[in-house]
Structures are given as C-alpha cells and as structure tokens.
C-alpha cells in the first residue's frame, strides 16, 4: 500500500473518530435534559462502536491507528518506519482537528472554541496511565490471541474504559490536543492538556519495556488493526 493511501486513511479515520467523540457528546448531552449519566452513555457507545467499524474498515490500509501512542508503539516494533511513524502523527494531529471542526458544524456551534471543561488532579493522571495502559495491552495481547476480534477488543475496552477511569479515558494525545478545542461534554481545558499527555506517555513507556521483557520472540504487534 503507497504511503499516500496510508496517510490519507490515517487522517480521515481520525478525523471520523472525532467527530464521532465530539458529535456523540453534543447530541447525549442535549437529550439527556441534564443527566450526565446518560450522556456518557451515549458518548461512550457511539465511541465504541464507531471505532470499531473505523479499525474494521481501515485497517487493512493504514493499520487504523488513530493514535500517535499507538504509531509510537507500531514503530517501536519495528513494523513501520521513523519516517512513516512521524507521517502518521501529524495527519493524526490534524485528521483529530478537522474532525471536531466538522463535528461543530453539524450541529451549528461556533467552528473556532477553546474548552473552559477542567479535568485536571492526581486521579485524572492516574486515569489516563491506566486507560492508556489497558488500551496498548489490549492492542498487544488481542493482535496475538485474538487478531481477527482486535476491532470489537477495542471498541469494547474504550467503552468500558470511558466508565471505570474518572478521566472518561482519552488515552491518546491527538484525541486530548483536539478535544480542548471544544468547549462542549467531550472537553478538556487547553491548560490541563499536558498532564493528560504526560500520563500517556508515561503509560507507553511502561507498556514498551513490559513487552520487551516479557517478549520471547520477535515483536509482538501486527501492522493492522491499532487505534484510541
């Protein structure tokens, strides 16, 4: 597959992936007439499902990624290259960006906003090195045992992650970066960005050296099928 093809699959299936977070908030939350519970509700089961027809349909092109974290761990098994890796997060970045644009023009808000939503304190990192963890040892384990299900595995883990984690599981930068420019439920305040980031990060770093330690023989994740 031309890199071309890749990236541009890469950058569409973020953007959607956004648009479906963001747009899946603004529509729960209407309905829900106040309650934040069933607002979640939405959120988390269009989030889940989207993703899963977004890993399904575009992983045999571009790997489905949706997430630098992901590339990063791609990468780091020597499935794609350095220069391929760095193509792949800034279409992520900027597919991530169109797609809360796109989303808030679907529902006539303001295209240009900053999120005023605080999601900041020791839990909310906690939150997020755990949901990241969990998503990369799904991605992990699944593409081993069960590769064919990796697209439900994913889906299903982002849904349940969106409820047992207080920080509603963002577990991927492009996502974070992207969602604090929307001052609507799926937000996160422009300031509390880089403490979500750095607890990513931190949760990657810890998955790549498990995997190394752990692993016998030669890497451990398939070249499709990643996302988050």
Do not use: K
Not at 54 to 75: E, K, M, R
Not at 204 to 211: K, M, Q, R, Y
């Amino acid at each position: 597959m031309s890199r071309s093809r890749r990236l541009l699959a890469e950058g569409l299936g973020t953007a959607a992936l956004l648009a479906i977070v963001v747009g899946s908030g603004i529509m729960g939350e209407r309905l829900a007439q106040g309650n934040a519970a069933i607002a979640l509700l939405a959120n988390a089961a269009a989030t889940g499902a989207g993703l899963y027809v977004l890993i399904a349909l575009l992983a045999p092109i571009s790997g489905a990624h949706f997430n630098p974290l992901v590339t990063c761990l791609v990468a780091a098994c020597r499935e794609i290259s350095v220069t391929d890796m760095l193509g792949y997060v800034v279409v992520q970045i900027a597919g991530a960006i169109i797609g809360v644009l796109f989303a808030h023009a679907m529902f006539d808000l303001p295209l240009l906003q900053f999120s005023t939503h605080a999601r900041t304190g020791s839990g909310q990192w906690l939150s997020e090195i755990v949901a990241t963890a969990g998503l990369l040892a799904t991605i992990l384990i699944g593409s081993q045992t069960r590769p064919r299900s990796l697209p439900a595995l994913i889906g299903a883990y982002i849904f349940a992650a969106y409820w047992f984690t207080a920080s509603t599981s963002f577990a991927n930068p492009a996502v974070t970066l992207a969602r604090a420019l929307t001052d609507t439920f799926a937000g996160i305040r422009p300031q509390d960005v880089p403490g979500f980031v750095l607890a990513q990060c931190a949760a990657t770093i810890l998955v790549v050296a498990a995997a190394r330690s752990l692993r016998a023989h030669g890497p451990t994740a398939p070249a499709a099928g990643r996302n988050v």
